[in-house]
């Protein structure tokens, strides 16, 4: 399945998309004594001394990540969504939480996928505390037991918020920077776990399958990107009978 990012004439979108990506500065990489050789394939010039991404690559590497994404979407498939970065963290759950996936916008927590029979207990635990709230089972107790059990639920809460709906390892991890978040990079590699990735100048393209090279703390750039995300898992939903759980 392969899934187009503009229509009409080729060229005229091409130059289309570079004009949107331009505005919305998906361009900017880092500097460039903090480039990592392994992106140089889609780092171009740079202007006192800050790299630029070139954007050709970018639109080869979301066409290719969005292909993959609306396959995986179609199939009934898990996307995990991790951006803990302040121009990310709020793309990332509002896009996750429309599609009632689960993300990470806070921290990652170590053995969130290594160790996954951990966390899937501690979440059940979270929603049977939510569940005996709800029920008003919380009557029974003292003022100072409730006000203990209020501080754990909600200590919980917030460590799990975005993982409350997993009830499996998910098929696919989406990162916002993987350079930040490289604990969760190496669970999903070692997991076999495909990773798609917005990755700037700094990262290491060779670390995930479906790479799109763009700037990756912008929001203005993330947003422009997981727009283009949000259009795919629509398409890919519109061909699977069952949605994600």
Same mark, same amino acid.
């Given at each position: ?38 992106? /140089?394939?889609?780092?171009? +010039? ?53 599609? @009632? ?18 966390? @899937? ?6 929603? #049977?505390?939510?569940? #005996? ?6 009557? +029974? ?22 993982? +409350? @709906? ?50 990756? #703390? ?13 259009? /795919? ?6 061909? @699977? ?5």
């Amino acid at each position: 399945m392969k899934t187009k990012i503009a229509t009409g004439d080729k060229e005229d979108n091409k130059d289309k998309l570079l004009a949107e990506m331009k505005a919305a500065g998906v361009q900017y990489g880092h500097r460039r004594t903090r480039n990592n050789p392994k992106a /140089a394939y889609f780092t171009v +010039k740079s202007y006192e001394g800050i790299s630029f991404v070139n954007l050709e690559e970018t639109i080869k590497g979301l066409e290719r990540a969005l292909a993959f994404i609306q396959e995986i979407v179609s199939a009934g498939k898990i996307i995990l969504f991790v951006g803990t970065r302040a121009g990310a963290k709020k793309v990332v759950k509002n896009l996750a939480e429309k599609y @009632n996936f689960p993300y990470v916008s806070e921290h990652w927590l170590g053995g969130t996928l290594t160790n996954f029979k951990t966390l @899937n207990h501690r979440i059940q635990y979270l929603q #049977s505390l939510e569940k #005996s709230k709800n029920s008003n089972d919380w009557d +029974k107790y003292t003022k100072k037991e409730q006000h203990e059990k209020e501080e754990e639920l909600a200590y919980l809460e917030k460590k799990f918020a975005g993982l +409350k @709906n997993i009830s499996k390892l998910p098929d696919a991890l989406f990162v916002v920077d993987p350079g930040l978040h490289q604990t969760a990079i190496r669970e999903a590699r070692r997991l076999n776990i495909p990773i798609i990735a917005i990755l700037d100048t700094d990262d290491n393209p060779e670390e995930v399958q479906y790479p799109i090279p763009a700037n990756d #703390s912008a929001k203005s750039a993330i947003e422009y990107i997981m727009a283009k995300v949000d259009k /795919a898992i629509n398409e890919g939903l519109k061909n @699977n009978k069952e949605k994600p759980s």
